[in-house]
């Protein structure tokens, strides 16, 4: 039974990863991921109906409508890439790709420091490295709270068979009828 449940358990959550991956297009997801990561900003640059998917997606979710200003941000950053598409020079290329092949901001996100972290602190890179990586991602916190009832599961279920083994070993030994004298 423990076996099914953590079966199901594992079959739920394969589920849910692929149903979120096929929910953005590549490009609606890289600025949907830039927004989650650069919050209240999208650094990369997109084109511009990348935008427009991604805002699309996010309207079909009203609690990210609601509790969010996603929309308006992506829709800010969509008029900024316009104004920065216009302001290129004829021939030059309108987005850059960084080495995952999606679209960033030209130089990275060096800001200038020369050490291209941006001038982030210590605790914020290591949030950067253990959080998750795109907004298709599984949350860290998720997956440690799952390990954590799965380990509680396995606690139970060991101490149950530990006690059905002991109270096998323990059977009363058969009643003698007395000695007579």
Same mark, same amino acid.
């Given at each position: 039974?423990?076996? #099914?449940?953590?079966?199901?358990?594992?079959?739920?959550? /394969?589920?849910?990863? !692929?149903? +979120?991956?096929?929910?953005? $297009? *590549?490009?609606?997801?890289?600025?949907?991921?830039?927004?989650?990561?650069?919050?209240?900003?999208?650094?990369?640059?997109?084109?511009?109906?990348?935008?427009?998917?991604?805002?699309?997606?996010?309207?079909?979710?009203?609690?990210?409508?609601?509790?969010?200003?996603?929309?308006?941000?992506?829709?800010?950053?969509?008029?900024?890439?316009?104004?920065?598409?216009?302001?290129?020079?004829? #021939?030059?290329?309108?987005?850059?790709?960084?080495?995952? /092949?999606?679209?960033? !901001?030209? +130089?990275?996100?060096?800001? $200038? *420091?020369?050490?291209?972290?941006?001038?982030?602190?210590?605790?914020?890179?290591?949030?950067?490295?253990?959080?998750?990586?795109?907004?298709?991602?599984?949350?860290?916190?998720?997956?440690?709270?799952?390990?954590?009832?799965?380990?509680?599961?396995?606690?139970?279920?060991?101490?149950?068979?530990?006690?059905?083994?002991?109270?096998?070993?323990?059977?009363?030994?058969?009643?003698?009828?007395?000695?007579?004298?």
């Amino acid at each position: 039974m423990l076996l #099914g449940l953590v079966a199901a358990l594992v079959a739920s959550a /394969g589920s849910a990863s !692929a149903a +979120g991956s096929a929910s953005y $297009g *590549n490009c609606a997801g890289a600025v949907i991921s830039d927004w989650l990561q650069n919050e209240p900003k999208v650094v990369g640059h997109y084109p511009i109906h990348c935008y427009r998917e991604a805002i699309s997606q996010l309207n079909s979710y009203p609690d990210v409508k609601d509790y969010s200003n996603a929309v308006d941000d992506i829709g800010r950053a969509e008029r900024q890439e316009i104004l920065y598409q216009k302001a290129l020079p004829a #021939g030059a290329p309108s987005t850059t790709t960084n080495e995952g /092949g999606t679209p960033a !901001a030209p +130089g990275g996100n060096d800001n $200038g *420091n020369g050490n291209g972290d941006g001038g982030k602190s210590i605790i914020t890179k290591v949030f950067d490295k253990v959080g998750p990586g795109n907004a298709q991602s599984i949350p860290v916190p998720l997956l440690v709270l799952a390990g954590l009832a799965l380990l509680l599961l396995l606690a139970a279920a060991g101490t149950w068979i530990a006690k059905r083994i002991q109270a096998r070993k323990l059977a009363p030994a058969p009643a003698r009828p007395p000695q007579r004298p």
